[in-house]
């Protein structure tokens, strides 16, 4: 089984996170945040990203296979 970026127990992911769980980088994700594609919430001077709101963007473009991992 392959180890994920993230605990199992995790409610928000870093940027960082989601950028290895995806296999962007973090230009790609930061780039989808700023155009509203994927929601996210500031936390202090970072970005984090709901594990029901990254599940729901995963699913609508077709990565059922990771939406299913979260």
Not at 30 to 38: H, V
Not at 41 to 69: C, E, M, P
């Amino acid at each position: 089984m392959t180890k994920l970026p993230f605990p199992a127990n995790a409610t928000y992911f870093s940027v960082a996170q989601v950028c290895e769980l995806m296999g962007v980088c973090a230009k790609t994700v930061l780039r989808r945040i700023a155009s509203g594609e994927l929601p996210a919430t500031k936390f202090g001077r970072d970005w984090r990203i709901a594990r029901s709101d990254l599940r729901a963007y995963l699913a609508a473009r077709g990565n059922q296979f990771v939406a299913h991992v979260l």
